[in-house]
């Protein structure tokens, strides 16, 4: 449903294809909220990874075209649906999904997908938080099954979901290590809650990882490139180890004696995966981040939307992430 007469400034997709067909119009009609959803005036959006694979027609789920990209906005309660019983008008709010996509000036979600955005972030941090915080907390907790005290290897942990869990095992116990490609990289990760960062860009970095780790060995991998890590992330692994797989861009060969002799095991991750009772147990545990203060949100890049192809192009560039690309309005 459409507001009569309004128009707003928003991406549209009309083909899967690079990152040229990602088209700014002017003369979108504003979205109107069912009776289970709120309307937010979006004043900054995420720019994930995941929309550029959906985008290019290699994701697993496609949306039907025309589409407006973007999950995770930020902004302010603009009109609710008449069920709605959790915002009201003005509230500042962020969101793990849309109806009608982030990158626009005003997106339509379902109300079992917002939460409230405590004064302590901004907007900007506030479209940093969903896919990042809950994929790192999924990774970590409801797929490793990590416990304070582990030692966990965040590998790429300069990018929005690396920060993300260097942030969230620290704060719950563990000892972290994390790697960059760049000297920025390393000293963001170490700012945000890594004990020791390790520069992939060397030749012998795994070989100082596994020394830093001891005779032990690590007891779980964040893994955000598998396609170039994986194999030999396995020898890097304690008794018992996990390899929980975030990000991949392609097939490798790994021997998988290598899983045997330590009974280790490789998980993949899907946020889409989670259960209303996944949702709200993250969504509680990042509350209380952002209340405490430890989740932070590392701001990276910003575009308006008028740049949303190059936005596309740096994301998937930028080997040496640093924080969180978000479109600002």
């Known amino acids: 449903m459409a507001s009569v007469g309004r128009f707003m400034r928003a991406i549209r997709v009309s083909e899967f294809g690079k990152p040229e067909v990602l088209k700014f119009l002017t003369d979108v009609p504003v979205p109107s909220p069912g009776e289970n959803q709120v309307l937010i005036r979006v004043h900054a959006c995420g720019i994930n990874p995941v929309d550029t694979y959906i985008r290019a027609g290699v994701y697993a789920r496609k949306p039907n075209l025309p589409y407006t990209p973007g999950s995770d906005v930020s902004g302010v309660v603009e ?167 975030v990000g991949c861009r392609g097939s490798i060969e790994i021997n998988p004696r290598d899983t045997m002799a330590k009974e280790s095991s490789i998980i993949g991750v899907q946020l889409h995966g989670s259960t209303k009772e996944d949702w709200r147990e993250a969504g509680a545990a990042l509350f209380g981040g952002m209340e405490s203060g430890w989740l932070k949100p590392l701001i990276g890049p910003e575009y308006s939307l008028e740049k949303a192809s190059q936005a596309h192009e740096d994301i998937i560039q930028n080997s040496g992430a640093t924080g969180k690309m978000v479109f600002v309005l």
């Open 79 to 245: 009109e609710i649906g008449r069920n709605v019983t959790t915002f009201k008008k003005g509230d500042r709010v962020f969101t793990r999904a849309t109806v009608t996509g982030g990158y626009a000036e005003y997106a339509v979600a379902s109300e079992d997908t917002v939460y409230q955005l405590p004064e302590q972030l901004n907007f900007k941090q506030g479209a940093a938080i969903s896919v990042p915080y809950f994929t790192a907390y999924r990774a970590l907790f409801q797929k490793g099954h990590g416990k304070s005290g582990e030692l966990v290897l965040v590998h790429g942990a300069s990018g929005g979901v690396g920060i993300a869990a260097c942030q969230i095992a620290r704060a719950y116990g563990f000892k972290v290590f994390g790697t960059a490609g760049s000297q920025e990289g390393l000293n963001l990760v170490l700012q945000n809650g890594a004990h020791k960062a390790f520069n992939h860009k060397e030749k012998d970095y795994m070989e100082k990882i596994q020394e830093a780790a001891g005779a032990e060995g690590v007891n779980v991998i964040l893994e955000m490139l598998s396609n170039v890590n994986l194999s030999n992330d396995l020898k890097l692994l304690s008794s018992g180890g996990r390899v929980i797989i």
